[in-house]
């Protein structure tokens, strides 16, 4: 029995002279070995810091931004390998955690509780994530099932500091 070849990766030189790869890669977190997901949200949480006394209208636009940016870049990139929802491109899992720590308090236990409840919904995929992650593809199937789990990540962590605070 043969084994499955592996996917393919940009090279480091593709990954630093190709702006799509770099980003849907995360900065080149997407290139871990094992969790490339979990890296990317790790990666995510130093820009949370350097973002997170913005103002909301601002951390919004931010958002928004980079939601769209992401459609384009994760759907460059994985064309560009030819596999849908690469598991190292992580730029869906950087916006999904920036949007479950929208509204959260400063400190790192919120930072921490946001990376594991957003970690524990883009894993677990409950209804409708799994849908939204089989049926929906392209760049905008990459980033939405992120979101959508950072949706329930981020009711879960407002009703954990509702209760806390």
Partial sequence: ???????PMPTPRQLFSNSSHFFAFGFGSGFAPKAPGT??????IPVYWLISDLSLPLYLLWLLVTFALGVYWCDKSS????????????????????????????????MLAGFVLFRLFDIAKPWPISLADRKVSGGFGIMIDDVLAAVYAWLALQLL?????
């Fill in 1 to 7: 029995m043969s084994q499955p070849s592996p996917l």
């Fill in 39 to 44: 890296a990317g949200t790790l990666a995510a």
């Fill in 79 to 110: 064309r560009a390998l030819g596999v849908h929802d690469h598991p190292g491109i992580v730029w869906d899992e950087m916006v999904g955690y920036w949007l479950t720590m929208v509204l959260a308090p400063p400190g790192w236990y919120w």
């Fill in 161 to 165: 500091i509702w209760l806390l605070l």
